[in-house]
């Protein structure tokens, strides 16, 4: 088994450990008007797409929870207002 490689194997490929910097950057979570729906971006890059806000702010506030959790590392989750004004509506650390 030592010719399988460990990743096949079902073993960890890399290890992490968290770090904590005050001064790290909050990884955010944006939620904006698209297409009758809403998209949810995560630190600027698409990821899903919900055809209704209330599902949609439900997933962005579970993984801004869950990556804070692991990570300790701060995250927040903001909603696009009518003014197209972004608009924080949960942090976490």
């Given at each position: 088994m030592e010719s399988v490689p460990?990743?096949?194997?079902?073993?960890?490929?890399?290890?992490?450990?968290?770090v904590v910097d005050p001064a790290m950057e909050r990884s955010?979570?944006?939620?904006?008007?698209?297409?009758?729906?809403?998209?949810?971006?995560?630190?600027?890059k698409p990821v899903l797409w919900f055809p209704e806000k209330a599902a949609?702010?439900?997933?962005?506030?579970l993984i801004a929870e869950a990556r804070h959790a692991f990570s300790d590392r701060p995250t927040g989750v903001e909603v696009e207002d009518e003014d197209r004004l972004p608009k924080r509506v949960a942090s976490y650390g």
């Open positions: 460990r990743s096949i194997r079902g073993e960890a490929r890399y290890r992490f450990a968290a955010l979570l944006m939620l904006s008007p698209s297409y009758e729906g809403w998209k949810l971006m995560d630190d600027g949609a702010l439900e997933v962005a506030n």
